[in-house]
């Protein structure tokens, strides 16, 4: 009986070690479902947490861009102080890139637009979101969703969150601003580019990939200023 006993031990210990051994691998798959993408600017490096638990859509979305090469040479085109610095679609001479189709709105995910995190871009219809996207620089709760009865109460899709380089944003919102091309103001003077952008971990995406990105339609004139107020969030295809 005692040989038994011994031999169902043995089998038991490996067993068990193995259970161990498991658990911190699975603690790294579980970490690296959050995944996150480093935009390396003409004026710093921007590492951002997304979302994928509560904005699905709007992470994928962003990841397909990211991976398409589709950012690298856009501008950070629009910084209002004590607001927002928006990007994602214009190329250094202002001209706007083709995109994909637009994605449904994920606004009621119940997350906010606080200081730090990133948000989907769009016109009018809260459904138009397609490769813009903005950093909130202060707790911008009025642009949450409250209801959806129109675009205005739609609010819009926060989907990550600066985790590294806030300050660079910082800089950049504190850039002097111009009109230029088709936008009224708002332009940070120098230009700001996103050189690159790439999910940290993965190889830099291949250049110019998004170039065949089939084109979509206009979704809404880029936003300007009405008077005093700071324009809510706009996209333009």
């Known amino acids: 009986m005692l040989k038994s006993l011994l031999a169902t031990l043995l089998l038991i210990l490996p067993l068990t070690l193995a259970a161990q051994a498991a658990k911190p691998a699975a603690t790294a798959a579980t970490a690296s479902s959050t995944p996150q993408v480093l935009l390396h600017t003409s004026q710093g490096d921007i590492t951002l947490e997304l979302y994928p638990d509560k904005a699905p859509k709007s992470v994928a979305n962003f990841l397909q861009y990211v991976r398409d090469g589709f950012y ?12 927002l610095v928006q990007g994602g679609l214009y190329t250094r001479d202002l001209q706007p890139k083709r995109t994909r189709p637009a994605i449904p709105s994920e606004a009621d995910n119940g997350l906010s637009n606080l200081r ?22 202060v707790d911008n709760r009025r642009l949450d969703f409250v209801g959806n009865q ?20 910082d800089k950049i919102a504190a850039l002097p601003t111009h009109a230029l091309g088709p936008f009224a103001g708002d332009v940070p003077n120098p230009l700001v580019l996103i050189e690159s952008a790439h999910v940290v971990g993965e190889e830099a995406p291949a250049a110019a990939a998004s170039a065949k990105a089939p084109a979509a339609p206009a979704t809404a004139k880029p936003a300007t200023k009405a008077g005093r107020k700071p324009a809510k969030p706009g996209g333009n295809g």
Do not use: C, E
Request: hydrophobic content about 40%.
């Open 72 to 83: 690298d040479g856009t501008l950070l085109h629009r910084a209002i102080p004590g607001y």
């Open 116 to 137: 730090g995190t990133v948000a989907v871009a769009r016109g009018a219809d809260p459904n138009s979101g397609t490769s813009q996207f903005f950093f909130n620089l």
């Open 150 to 169: 129109s675009g205005l109460t739609w609010g819009y899709t926060v989907f990550g969150k600066v985790v590294k380089g806030m300050d660079v944003v």
